[in-house]
């Protein structure tokens, strides 16, 4: 089957010549930040996401998509770069803007654009809303010149795009290290920040509905990311709470590991006086508590901007992806936040759904990466990619949700750590300033889901197994 979806048109002249005209698909991006697999659809009992388990319904949904980088900046690099980092600082949230010299002609939006696309970044798509990197990221210079032809933020009440990333209640910015983590407020969605980013993608899509050209639109949400701050009634919705982690789950690895203490959550925002998230119940659960709300709360927000699509009838010609840059840790190894290599920092839903999509709805197990959007939607789209991507197209997955796995999973931190995740293993390895292995860490997802085990002692087969295959290409 072709799965390439440009469409030829033939017009007729008085002199009853035909021409054919290419009609290519639109492509919008729906960017999600710091999502885990906390949907519904995924099989997650408390989670309460109606809209994107709807869209699952429509949709190819990969059950295993695994991030590049477990941050915002980094991870969002390899979605536009379909590579994986190939210096340290590729590995950073300044990823792009420290690097984008070097590769951003090249880039995803930028190949599209250069293909007669017009491209458009709403939120945060890549690290900094807006585009702009200078002071509260309201100035120059760009993070990734060339390549959008308009990146903004709603005109809201936050004064910045920096204020905006992390908005309390009515345009409130955070004041770091001394705002809460999380925030309930008696309000309307348009309280907070992802009711106007939906907004605003409604308007844009109503304006796009009425033009010829193609178009890439990526909309960029900022919930569930901290502050866990939503509407009051987000929370009401979660009025049951969240389950605990069992002991051994939320326990402190014992063995040498990549585990931190949870700098961001724990450095950036103020808690409350006696509160200790190692021993405090009541607040573990409420910070889990305001986590779903979050995700509740964006939930909603997405499902406006596709019932807009429908609406304005774009969903007949329209790619539809949804991702989330990295997972989130919620006290599973004494950790609140992302920033290492455990399994849930590193996964996160991906739907992709198109005109003409085989067998909607049905999930695929398949490991897949985020450096395999970039190869995937420019075949969809029927453009050529840059010579020496990562990613490989998921055209086989999304034919047949049950087509196997065509690689582990790679991915990557500071200080030298790197991963390998197969459908079954996770290698965790961490290296000295010579490149020497100095750590192993080894699970078996097959019987050990929670990772409550590092076998890397135990089974060094697999171990030496999984080290010849990071050399691989």
């Excluded at 008696?186 to 309280?191: K, L, N, S």
């Excluded at 590991?257 to 808690?271: C, M």
């Excluded at 998921?394 to 197969?422: C, E, I, N, V, Y």
């Amino acid at each position: 089957m072709n799965h390439k979806f440009a469409i030829v048109v033939l017009f007729l002249f008085s002199s009853g010549q035909a021409v054919a005209e290419e009609i290519r698909q639109n492509v919008l991006f729906i960017a999600i930040d710091d999502l885990r697999n906390d949907l519904g659809s995924l099989g997650v009992a408390h989670a309460r996401t109606p809209q994107l388990d709807a869209f699952a319904k429509s949709s190819r949904v990969f059950s295993h998509h695994f991030v590049q980088v477990p941050t915002c900046g980094a991870s969002r690099c390899a979605l536009m770069r379909g590579c994986y980092p190939t210096v340290p600082s590729q590995v950073g949230n300044n990823a792009i803007k420290q690097t984008h010299p070097d590769w951003a002609s090249q880039s995803m939006p930028a190949v599209f654009r250069q293909n007669g696309y017009r491209t458009f970044a709403l939120g945060k798509i890549t690290h900094y809303p807006g585009g702009l990197t200078g002071k509260e990221w309201a100035e120059g210079p760009e993070e990734m010149p060339g390549a959008w032809e308009r990146a903004w933020i709603p005109n809201g009440p936050w004064k910045t795009p920096e204020a905006i990333m992390h908005g309390y209640a009515n345009g409130t910015a955070r004041k770091p290290g001394k705002s809460p983590a999380w925030e309930s407020y008696d309000g309307p969605d348009e309280t907070y920040p992802d009711a106007w980013v939906a907004s605003e993608a409604v308007a844009t899509l109503k304006q796009l509905a009425g033009q010829k050209k193609p178009w890439f639109f990526g909309v960029g949400f900022f919930k569930p990311h901290l502050p866990f701050a939503a509407p009051k009634r987000w929370h009401d919705v979660h009025a049951a709470g969240v389950p605990d982690l069992v002991q051994q789950v939320a326990a402190k690895p014992s063995w040498p590991s990549g585990w931190h203490n949870s700098g961001e959550f724990r450095g950036n925002y103020g808690h409350e006086p006696g509160s200790n998230l190692d021993r405090d119940g009541d607040y573990a659960r409420q910070i889990r508590r305001a986590y779903a709300a979050g995700v509740s709360y964006m939930d909603a927000q997405v499902g406006k901007v596709l019932a807009a699509l429908t609406e304005l009838e774009l969903d007949k010609d329209t790619i539809v992806v949804v991702w989330s840059d990295h997972g989130f840790l919620l006290g599973e190894h004494a950790i609140w936040g992302k920033h290492c290599l455990f399994d849930r920092a590193l996964r996160s839903p991906l739907m992709i759904r198109y005109p003409g999509l085989e067998s909607p709805g049905q999930i695929s197990n398949a490991t897949v990466e985020t450096v395999d959007l970039f190869p995937t939607l420019a075949e969809l789209c029927g453009l050529s990619v840059p010579s020496g991507l990562d990613g490989r197209s998921l055209l086989p997955q999304l034919s047949d949700p049950s087509a196997p796995s065509s690689k582990p999973a790679r991915s990557f931190w500071t200080d030298g750590q790197r991963t390998l995740r197969t459908d079954r293993w996770r290698l965790i390895v961490q290296a000295g300033k010579d490149g020497t292995p100095t750590r192993f860490e080894l699970f078996d997802y097959q019987n050990d889901p929670e990772e409550t085990t590092n076998l890397a002692v135990s089974q060094p087969a697999i171990v030496r197994e999984m080290l010849a295959t990071f050399s691989q290409p």
